[in-house]
């Protein structure tokens, strides 16, 4: 198979230029809705290696992807991460290299990351009252994440955004405070709609509240759409001219959610994952040991891509195999 062939497509349409690729399972923090009681080790931990994923974005670049999402569990937590970094960016045809990131590691080493090659960095904050974001990751280290926010805004990255899981707490706590936030920050404050696992259903009957209240809000204080890029991911968001920043949302639970997805999922262990939300995966990693199997590498993947549903089955509560988001990097 050549490998300058069309852009990955699916039976439904969809066409493919974002790769979201974890790199480790291990997060050392315990979010209440995603590792109450921590990250525990179940089995080896033998994740990509740096030259396995250099094979692998290798591949999926020849078929037109631009765009790699480095996440966990934390993916800084590797010690390699950096080396992950140089070895992405340098792949032909991948025009930005993001991660999402808990920010505990960034404020030491967002220079040097950003001279590695990352262009995007997404922050995880749920919340910016020190007390509630401690209670929610299990770490008094709110002020240490927003230094290095700060530090990646002075650094020149091409975006720094900021994911915040909607909470019922959040949601009565109001919006204000973000505006607030964001009014001279330029960066995007996402807040994504919890999502149902394996592992949390107590949690989710007790914390989950829908979209909508956000965007009501929005609507009602003078928040406007923004006209979203091809390759960007599932957020809705929306400006305002009297800030710098942008607020959004993530919305997994709205009708035709799933209509635009651009997005693959390779995990830590190198298994292809057509949805976030699915079963099992394609494994790559046995065509990841040698330069000569990419032609291979690349039958596969595309093969795959007539196994992609059209959406995912959250409405109905089934969440596939997830067990949590660490898991797989969300």
Same mark, same amino acid.
């Given at each position: 198979?050549?490998?300058?062939?069309?852009?990955?497509?699916?039976?439904?349409?969809?066409?493919?230029?974002?790769?979201?690729?974890?790199?480790?399972?291990?997060?050392?923090?315990?979010?209440?809705?995603?590792?109450?009681?921590?990250?525990?080790?179940?089995?080896?931990?033998?994740?990509?290696?740096?030259?396995?994923?250099?094979?692998?974005?290798?591949?999926?670049?020849?078929?037109?992807?631009?765009?790699?999402?480095?996440?966990?569990?934390?993916?800084?937590?590797?010690?390699?991460?950096?080396?992950?970094?140089?070895?992405?960016?340098?792949?032909?045809?991948? /025009?930005?290299? !993001?991660?999402?990131?808990?920010?505990?590691?960034?404020? +030491? %080493?967002?220079?040097?990351?950003? &001279?590695? @090659? $990352?262009?995007?960095?997404?922050?995880?904050?749920?919340?910016?009252?020190?007390?509630?974001?401690?209670?929610?990751?299990?770490?008094?280290?709110?002020?240490?994440?927003?230094?290095?926010?700060?530090?990646?805004?002075?650094?020149?990255?091409?975006?720094?955004?900021?994911?915040?899981?909607?909470?019922?707490?959040?949601?009565?706590?109001?919006?204000?405070?973000?505006?607030?936030?964001?009014?001279?920050?330029?960066?995007?404050?996402?807040?994504?709609?919890?999502?149902?696992?394996?592992?949390?259903?107590?949690?989710?009957?007790?914390?989950?509240?829908?979209?909508?209240?956000?965007?009501?809000?929005?609507?009602?204080?003078?928040?406007?759409? /923004?006209?979203? !890029?091809?390759?960007?991911?599932?957020?809705?968001?929306? +400006? %305002?001219?009297?800030?710098?920043? &942008?607020? @959004? $949302?993530?919305?997994?639970?709205?009708?035709?959610?799933?209509?635009?997805?651009?997005?693959?999922?390779?995990?830590?262990?190198?298994?292809?994952?057509?949805?976030?939300?699915?079963?099992?995966?394609?494994?790559?990693?046995?065509?990841?040991?040698?330069?000569?199997?990419?032609?291979?590498?690349?039958?596969?993947?595309?093969?795959?891509?007539?196994?992609?549903?059209?959406?995912?089955?959250?409405?109905?509560?089934?969440?596939?195999?997830?067990?949590?988001?660490?898991?797989?990097?969300?």
């Amino acid at each position: 198979m050549a490998l300058d062939a069309a852009p990955m497509a699916d039976g439904f349409g969809r066409r493919f230029h974002y790769l979201r690729l974890s790199v480790t399972e291990v997060c050392n923090f315990s979010c209440t809705y995603c590792l109450p009681n921590g990250w525990k080790k179940t089995g080896p931990l033998s994740f990509l290696t740096v030259e396995e994923i250099g094979r692998l974005v290798a591949g999926f670049s020849g078929l037109g992807l631009s765009k790699v999402r480095l996440t966990g569990g934390e993916p800084t937590v590797r010690k390699d991460f950096n080396a992950i970094i140089q070895t992405v960016a340098a792949a032909p045809g991948v /025009a930005k290299v !993001a991660m999402t990131t808990n920010g505990w590691n960034l404020a +030491r %080493h967002a220079v040097d990351w950003r &001279a590695s @090659g $990352l262009s995007h960095i997404n922050v995880s904050i749920d919340s910016i009252d020190p007390e509630t974001f401690h209670r929610i990751t299990g770490h008094d280290k709110l002020n240490q994440v927003l230094t290095g926010l700060d530090l990646a805004l002075a650094e020149g990255f091409s975006a720094v955004k900021v994911n915040a899981v909607l909470l019922r707490e959040t949601a009565e706590a109001g919006f204000d405070g973000w505006a607030r936030f964001v009014r001279d920050r330029p960066v995007a404050v996402r807040f994504i709609e919890l999502m149902k696992t394996t592992d949390n259903d107590e949690y989710f009957a007790r914390h989950h509240v829908k979209a909508q209240g956000l965007r009501d809000w929005l609507d009602q204080n003078g928040w406007t759409p /923004a006209p979203r !890029a091809f390759d960007a991911g599932p957020a809705l968001e929306y +400006r %305002h001219p009297d800030h710098a920043g &942008a607020i @959004g $949302l993530i919305a997994p639970y709205s009708p035709g959610f799933c209509d635009s997805c651009n997005r693959l999922r390779v995990t830590a262990r190198g298994k292809l994952r057509l949805c976030l939300f699915g079963d099992g995966g394609v494994d790559l990693r046995d065509l990841l040991q040698d330069d000569d199997d990419r032609d291979l590498l690349v039958q596969r993947i595309v093969s795959s891509l007539g196994g992609k549903s059209a959406g995912h089955a959250l409405a109905l509560g089934r969440s596939g195999d997830l067990r949590n988001l660490a898991q797989l990097g969300g």
